[in-house]
């Protein structure tokens, strides 16, 4: 259609590609700029010699009916599996079960242990935290300073690399629905199908049998073949601005760099970069803003170990301390079809800040260091693993520190003044830890947005402060996401 607005896509994640796919569905003519070697972003499926591994875990499950059928619209059914869900949190040498089972946990803490932390619990009861504000304080006043020590702080420091106190309980509040110890205790004494009066965790998922990545490839080739282009290894350079709009952007690549004219911009580049390209510049309080904002790296150590070494598990948490391991997948749980002659791929997540000592390190070295830890976890036993492989991945996570929201708020309502058609989507897009639904769906907003002149916010979509990984009694509804363990309920992301 020649009277359809031509629009440039940054990015090739699945905010940037489902906007792509729903701008070409209707003959829009659309350009996606990925300045990586593949499409996927966060939601890849990395393969090295034969072997595929996501970078985390992608369970497909969301409570947004649009968003599953796009997800089968372009993913035909055979392609999706249904698999179970598992995973539980390794703590002193001790598997604890998602959700909660007392006789588990009992058993695991011992009853010195356990009632320890019902003594804890109860005394926040009585004295809650004076601030909140922070995970520390919003945590510990629903299930204890104790049960907050074992089950949340290591893991979330070893995360987010900065003081629980340091992050904002907007997190928590949007990853954790508003639980205490006492819903799980109720949880973990009623059988979870016969529950009828509170809510339980979802115990399947779909996935694709070859790993996310596949829902991405597909779409790419969908926008290919409906018109689209999608350029790989080229970056946004410059968002070009005149008379209150975007009007173009210059893209470049390692050997040169073009102008692309534009009506709309839908950006899924981290917002405080977007920022920074802008000419003419944003004010100095924006980039200001912009500066402030930080990120949280991640790297993967796939390691290669006999199928019999590995774990029902999807993952593995890692709450003892003395590793820098956070989580352990393993593929083969996933899907049978990750797994090869008697082999399966176990992934080691490791979060950190880029140019940190284990992002510095050579990938040989990071192999031996996850071999070691995976030993000293006693996971595998010495000599199981045959090979590894190491991905890096920057900007994995947008940290809700102190002062994120203001300076979030500061950037947003600039770009909605001064460039309207600019149109910021997805998890780093938006500053906003979303899952992988909700990053489709602010992307099919703003194709609505853009061809039909609707009015969407999309900065609406995931606030609510519920769980996403519940599903209610009756209701059928299923969340969706990857995050930090919680407990009571298992969160993915």
């Known amino acids: 259609m020649t009277s359809s607005p031509h629009t440039v896509v940054i990015g090739a994640g699945p905010a940037g590609l489902t906007a792509a796919y729903q701008l ?3 003959q829009a003519s659309v350009e996606v700029f990925e300045a990586d070697d593949q499409v996927g972003g966060i939601s890849r499926t990395v393969e090295r010699e034969g072997w595929r591994f996501d970078i985390g875990g992608h369970r497909f499950f969301t409570k947004v009916s649009q968003v599953e059928a796009l997800w089968h619209e372009i993913l035909p059914d055979e392609d999706f599996l249904l698999r179970p869900r598992m995973s539980r949190i390794h703590y002193r040498e001790k598997l604890f079960d998602y959700p909660l089972k007392a006789s588990n946990a009992l058993g695991n803490l011992g009853v010195f242990e356990a009632v320890r932390c019902v003594g804890s619990y109860l005394w926040a009861q009585v004295r809650p935290p004076k601030d909140q ?3 520390e304080g919003w945590v510990t ?4 300073k104790r049960l907050y020590s074992i089950f949340f702080k290591t893991y979330t420091e070893k995360l987010w690399g900065i003081p629980a106190t340091e992050l904002q ?4 509040a949007q990853r954790i629905k508003n639980l205490s110890l006492a819903n ?5 004494l009623m059988p979870k199908r016969n529950q009828k009066d509170i809510t339980s965790l979802i115990e399947e998922f779909q996935y694709p049998k070859f790993g996310p990545g596949m829902m991405w490839e ?9 018109g689209g282009t999608i350029t790989l290894n080229t970056w946004a350079k410059t968002v070009h601005r005149e008379d209150g709009r975007a009007v173009a952007v210059t893209v470049a690549d390692a050997d040169d760099e073009r102008r692309v004219e534009a009506d709309h911009v839908v950006s899924t580049m981290p917002i405080s970069e977007l920022v920074k390209v802008m000419d003419p510049p944003a004010p100095h309080d924006v980039r200001a803003a912009a500066d402030a904002l930080r990120y949280r790296d991640f790297l993967t150590i796939a390691l290669v170990v006999p199928e019999a070494a590995g774990f029902p598990d ?5 709450h003892t301390p003395g590793v820098r391991v956070g989580r352990i997948q393993n593929f083969g749980s996933w899907s049978p079809y990750l797994v090869q002659d008697g082999f399966t791929c176990l992934g080691l997540e490791y979060f950190v800040n880029e140019g940190d000592d284990l992002w510095e390190m050579a990938d040989e070295d990071l192999v031996k260091l996850g071999t070691e830890e995976l030993e000293r976890l006693r996971l595998v036993t010495p000599g199981a693993v045959s090979a590894g492989y190491v991905v890096r991945m920057p900007k994995a996570y947008p940290v809700y520190d102190e002062g994120y929201e203001d300076a979030v708020d500061t950037i947003r309502g600039w770009l909605a003044e001064a460039v309207p058609n600019v149109h910021p989507v997805g998890r780093n897009g938006m500053h906003r830890y979303n899952n992988q639904d909700h990053s489709m769906l ?4 703003t194709a609505e947005n853009i061809l039909d002149g609707t009015t969407h916010d999309v900065w609406q979509v995931n606030v609510e402060e519920e769980y996403h990984e519940e599903k209610g009694s009756g209701s059928g509804d299923h969340g969706t996401g990857r995050a930090a363990p919680v407990l009571p309920k298992q969160p993915a992301r």
């Open 24 to 26: 070409t569905k209707r």
């Open 133 to 135: 504000s922070h995970f």
């Open 184 to 188: 799980a205790v109720v949880n973990a």
């Open 169 to 172: 309980a907007t997190w928590a």
């Open 218 to 226: 597909r779409a790419a080739e969908h926008v290919a073949k409906a």
């Open 314 to 318: 999807n993952w593995i948490y890692v």
């Open 141 to 144: 006043a629903r299930f204890g």
């Open 442 to 445: 602010t992307a099919m907003l």
